[in-house]
């Protein structure tokens, strides 16, 4: 049976919980965790042509966590009936190592905090309403210089249950949206861009807006090429930042006194960056795309500051990896599905802007300098070796004004240096998926980076 949104989705999730508790209950564990998550994905391609194509994945899976006489296990099975309970159970004692400490949080520590109420999938037939609306909005603020070759809708719901030997922790159900539209240049159909959209809430969906975003950076690659290399000013667009600060993400986790980076990167007066960067990892945020009334070990989500003013102030730790580097509990666990043990990882980090600079303004006061906009390769970096290489392509500027596009960029070079060199940030924050989690970023400043123009 597929699993089905609504309150009939929790419940199901609630009686896999108590099925779980009965067979843990009969074990030696003395204090126990019950994780239940399940969800369903539908993903819709539209192309100019063929029909619609419609995938739809339905996951469902327990996870259990015990602890026993200074021994920890852990364990999952795929679906929520009673043959997965037992698989579950089974697997986290068969799984049992000795541990130094009691990895689950202390009662006392659990608890949720209020968030908006949960978001819920648009009706049948919005996506291909608002695909026909975004394909027109293309084509007109491209003056049908771009072509639209597909677009796919990703629409997920999912709810998610955590149960211990105290009573339930949490339940929670959310939906999400988001959109990747796949364009070429009519003139040049070997040049492909994507771009990549969360939808927040589809009841006031712009797409004649989000179109015009869209052909902004498309139609910019139009213009002749230009290859340069030296020292110059560099502006990243949104996506690229976030990528840029995903890939940095790991310096705010914990980690062993040897394999800290924080050391290495900061100077003398502490910083770690310019005081134009500030950085929090707030998943209790209503505009989040992955909000939750708590995070995936059970603790009260919080706003974390990770960076003030260019200067290093927490790290995130879950009640495990306090515990391991010697760290306060201070929540940040993330959980993406049953199968994962809860460990400390970014869930919604974002730049505050404060306010932030007006991008067109960012752009008009450059000067000579290169727009990076589209990444080309994963972002390279070694935080232990203070290093970083970007591959991306771009437009050259002067005051505002396009001198050329350059179809690939390189800039390496020491991260510290990149980092303390961010003159200012834009005001244009916008969320974008990136391997290490959910970032919003805005339009970055960098002063003064090497080009390699190819």
Known sequence: MAWAPGAQAIERLRRAAVATRDLVVHTDATRWEVFAKASTTRELIFEPTPPVQVSVVHETGVAVRTVCRGEAGFGAASGIDSDAARVAVGAAQASRTLMPFDPLPPSRLLGTTDTTVSRTLPPSGWAAHAAEKLTHGIVEAADRRLLVRRIVFHEGEYGRLLATGEGFVATHQDATISVLVEMAHRDRQDMTCYEWIWVPDPNIFDADRIARQMCDRALLMRNSITTRSGLFDVLFHPEISAHLLGALAPAFLPCSEDKDPIPKLVDRNGQLAAQALTLVDDASMSDCPSNAPCDGEGLPLRRHLLLENGVPRHRLTSRLEAQLFDEPTRGGARRLSYRDYPRAGISALRVVPDPGIPAAELL???????????????????????????????????????????????????????????????ADLGWHQTPAGFVAAPTTFVRCLKVVGR
């Open 364 to 426: 008009r006061g450059a000067g000579r300098s290169l727009y990076a906009l589209r990444l080309m390769a994963p972002v390279s970096m070694n935080l232990l070796k203070d290093e970083f290489r970007l591959l991306t392509s771009g437009v050259w500027l002067d005051k505002g004004v396009v001198e050329g596009f350059q179809p690939v960029v390189e800039l390496r070079g020491a991260l510290s240096h990149l980092l303390h060199r961010i003159d200012a940030v834009g």
